[in-house]
């Protein structure tokens, strides 16, 4: 069983710069691959951001390429979204996840969430 808690969201101007953060507490988080996901009013959840077990591969869901930066500190147990450049569409509830695959970017794929933290950008 994992726990992860979410933190850094809130409001924010278009183009700052905020890092979520993501702590697992539980078993090994380094057995996990790591995801970010969001969720935008009257969306569907999509996939942000992945992260494999040891950190070696990342990838990026095209609206955020160039601009967001998944990273892991398993000695800390913790995941991180450095998100850059907002705008005001990235507006969502942001979730990590775990997955007990190494790489993951599906949903179905993630067996454990976090409450969400919410981050609102504003023009």
């Known amino acids: 069983q994992v726990q992860l808690v979410e933190s850094g969201g809130g409001l924010v101007q278009a183009g700052e710069s905020p890092r979520l953060s993501c702590a697992a507490s539980?078993?090994?988080?380094?057995?996990?691959?790591a995801g970010w996901f969001r969720q935008a009013p009257g969306k569907e959840r999509e996939f942000v951001a992945a992260?494999?077990?040891?950190?070696?591969?990342?990838g990026y869901a095209d609206a955020v390429k160039g601009r967001f930066t998944i990273s892991r500190d398993n000695a800390k147990n913790t995941v991180y979204l450095q998100m850059n450049s907002l705008k005001p569409e990235d507006t969502a509830v942001y979730y990590c996840?775990?997955?007990?695959?190494?790489?993951?970017?599906?949903?179905?794929?993630?067996?454990?969430w976090g409450q969400g933290t919410q981050v609102t950008v504003s023009s």
């Open positions: 539980g078993r090994t988080f380094m057995s996990y691959g």
């Open positions: 992260i494999s077990r040891v950190g070696g591969f990342t």
């Open positions: 996840a775990a997955s007990t695959s190494s790489w993951a970017t599906r949903r179905a794929d993630y067996n454990y």
